[in-house]
């Protein structure tokens, strides 16, 4: 993602309002009066704000949390996606979870946003941000009565861990556009995905990643077109929402390089070989598996995700990519609502 920085800052100075409202029938609702309360809430004199800190084997760092609204029975911790990305894409929830009494916490993992930037690279490793997911919860006083999680592309990764470890801690998980496997999305791409591409273009990409220039403007004159408006988002680039322009120029891209790898094109990185599929068995908790169509992710594989997992249900956005929750709204918030309701 970090060659979508520079695009993404001249893409921010054009993008506006792009009429991605839902239909009707996802019309905007009046929360109850009690979703306001910030009775006791310490954090109520910052707008939600909270410092969390973290102990981790390299000292104590602080991450950044923001909680929206208040609901006793439901409290959905965002995972945003990366590694290194920020909370700011999932500002698209403002729209859709306060008028279902649905309260959400806004979460900058470590080395993201407006948390901690340590340099150290040891820190940046699958089981360490389990245990910083795990301090969270303990400092923002979630428990399994109200605890939901939904992980985005590397924040599923990160919810399917943490469940693995802590789903005694868990009410419910949500894991939206991310598969199983690192080895089983390295083989989408390659078997199903590259042969769809200009094949000329894509001995083009390939030559230029083998050589090290990705930073060559020729490489994004490349990949916008043929991969990220197909699979990541699925409106001209120029025409992005905000947030999400925002938030990849917020990218830490050594985090994310070193985790996932220096292609845009798959995995490369520390969890090449990451895959949880046959565990899957093992979480008990309700878990809704949101897949699209036009993602980097299979969503057949999804679907057999959801049956793997023993109270899974599945979702597929059938017009959208990567980022669903913007280019098809309704198909994304109307099962992750429907889902929601049923945890209160």
Aim: glycine fraction near 8%; hydrophobic fraction near 40%.
């Amino acid at each position: 993602m970090r060659r979508l920085i520079t695009a993404a800052m001249a893409a921010l100075a054009l993008a506006g309002a792009l009429g991605l409202a839902g239909s009707p029938a996802m019309a905007r609702q009046t929360p109850p009066a009690s979703y306001y309360d910030n009775t006791g809430r310490a954090d109520a004199w910052q707008g939600g704000v909270k410092m969390v800190d973290i102990d981790t084997p390299k000292g104590k760092f602080r991450v950044w949390t923001k909680r929206v609204g208040n609901n006793p029975k439901l409290k959905l911790l965002l995972l945003h996606g990366g590694p290194g990305a920020t909370h700011e894409y999932f500002e698209v929830f403002d729209s859709y979870l306060p008028r279902e009494g649905v309260e959400y916490i806004y979460y900058d993992q470590l080395g993201s946003g407006n948390s901690d930037k340590p340099t150290d690279t040891d820190l940046w490793q699958l089981d360490r941000f389990v245990e910083e997911v795990e301090q969270v919860r303990k400092s923002l006083g979630l428990t399994r009565d109200n605890f939901c999680v939904l992980g985005h592309s590397w924040g599923g990764i990160l919810a399917m861990e943490y469940a693995l470890k802590y789903q005694a801690n868990l009410k419910c998980m949500v894991i939206s556009n991310m598969v199983a496997s690192i080895p089983a999305y390295q083989a989408y791409a390659d078997k199903v995905l590259a042969p769809q591409m200009d094949q000329k273009l894509l001995a083009e990409v390939k030559a230029i990643e083998a050589s090290g220039k990705t930073t060559d403007p020729r490489y994004m004159e490349i990949l916008v077109p043929m991969h990220y408006e197909k699979h990541i988002l699925r409106r001209p680039q120029s025409e992005w929402p905000e947030p999400v322009v925002r938030s990849f120029s917020h990218l830490n891209y050594e985090l994310y390089s070193l985790m996932q790898g220096p292609s845009e094109l798959g995995a490369g990185g520390r969890l090449v070989n990451w895959d949880r599929f046959e565990d899957l068995a093992k979480i008990n908790v309700p878990t809704l598996v949101i897949a699209a169509k036009y993602d980097t992710m299979d969503p057949a594989y999804m679907a057999a995700m959801a049956k793997k997992l023993p109270k899974g249900q599945y979702a597929l956005a059938p017009n959208g990519s990567h980022l669903a929750m913007y280019d098809d709204q309704e198909a994304y918030f109307t099962p992750l609502i429907k889902f929601l309701r049923t945890m209160k």
